[in-house]
């Protein structure tokens, strides 16, 4: 029986970490087997420079098959690069949301290099799976080169800045980057990077279409220029449909700047309407930040940036207004994406306790 499309799918997570490890192995990278603060080294991180390593750190990073034949420490890294046998060694591992949002870097090096191959693996799994259809987060738009000022300007910024000076500053850095060569240059590269990546993967039986991200533990400056080029390449290729914002929401910066980038949102979504917003909003429960931190991260996705869609949503009785809010997103026709695994195990939010079931 058809299931429909997948609208919550990061790419990166979605890969083995046994297939990572192989990608390894096929690019000749290798991974830290310790940690070592004078070599700037993290344990169970990949390495794709190998040749530029000093010896030093050459001796601490071994090949993919060293690590197979290393069971235990083979074992150890599947439960850092995922959250394989997780609840039968929680309490020696990390937090669930921690451990969640660190597998990625672990494994960002390698999970760049081989798109289309990846591409091909989510294809057939998902056919497999009679899933028709899948939107992945898949890459976060490239960061411009600007004039210094311009970026002193925006990390000026706060969430408290009053929408003048916001207006002021990102009016300045859209006017500087809109027409610049080099600027479109760089976002028609990473168009390209991702329609000749997914050469040959759509067909009558499955649709692969991507969104593009910023990273909301950035500098203002790079969340808007990464931004703005997300905003830009979406209007530049049918492929891209949508601009998403991603990182652990209850991050310090995260918390700080949530009102500003929905107002950064909202700027460009006014010079760029047609581009749709699935926005990860209100992945947050009690414990993780303070109350009040629970208020108005929904609502100002739908109200200030102008998101369609909601990921997570888990915290919406805690919202203002909560009902009147649900009522709006009715209204509007605004889809929740209600990842259920994934609240189980970054949120402990299951059963009962969700929102949405």
């Known amino acids: 029986m058809p299931k429909g499309g997948d609208l919550h799918h990061h790419y990166s997570g979605s890969i083995y970490a046994e297939t990572y490890l192989n990608w390894v192995g096929t690019h000749n990278y290798c991974v830290y087997r310790e940690d070592n603060a004078a070599l700037n080294i993290q344990k169970y991180r990949i390495e794709s420079k190998v040749s530029e390593l000093s010896s030093a750190a050459k001796a601490l990073c071994i090949t993919a098959d060293a690590i ?10 599947l ?16 937090p669930p949301d921690q451990q969640f949002f660190d597998t990625f870097g672990y494994f960002d090096p390698v999970a760049d290099s081989n798109y289309n191959e990846g591409f091909l693996w989510l294809k057939n799994t998902a056919i497999s799976e009679n899933v028709q259809y899948i939107e992945t987060i898949l890459k976060n738009g490239p960061n411009l080169v ?62 692969l279409r991507f969104q593009t991200y910023v990273f909301r533990g950035d500098s203002p400056s790079r969340v808007f220029s990464s931004l703005f080029s997300s905003f830009s390449a979406t209007m530049r290729s049918d492929l891209i449909v949508g601009v998403n914002i991603v990182g652990a929401e209850n991050g310090i910066v995260s918390m700080r700047d949530y009102t500003l980038h929905m107002k950064m949102f909202r700027f460009l979504k006014q010079r760029f309407p047609l581009v749709k917003l ?35 949503g888990i915290d919406i009785f805690y919202e203002h207004n909560s009902y009147e809010l649900l009522q709006k997103m009715k209204q509007l026709n605004i889809v929740v994406e209600a990842v259920v695994s994934s609240n189980e195990f970054i949120l402990g939010i299951k059963n009962g306790a969700h929102p949405m079931l």
């Open 146 to 207: 600007v004039a210094d000022e311009l970026n002193v300007m925006l990390d000026a910024l706060t969430s408290k800045s009053a929408d003048y000076e916001i207006d002021r500053a990102l009016t300045a850095y859209f006017n500087a980057v809109v027409n610049d060569t080099h600027a479109n240059l760089t976002i028609n590269n990473y168009v390209k990077m991702i329609e000749t990546s997914a050469d040959g993967i759509n067909d009558a039986n499955f649709t």
């Open 68 to 77: 197979r034949s290393d069971n235990g420490f083979y074992r150890e890294l």
């Open 278 to 312: 699935a926005m990860h909003a209100g992945e947050l429960v009690l414990g993780l930040v303070p109350p009040e931190g629970l208020q108005f991260h929904i609502r100002e996705a739908i109200e200030i940036a102008g998101a369609s869609r909601i990921g997570h």
């Open 79 to 94: 439960k850092r690069w995922s959250d394989i046998d997780y609840f039968n060694h929680y309490h020696e591992q990390p």
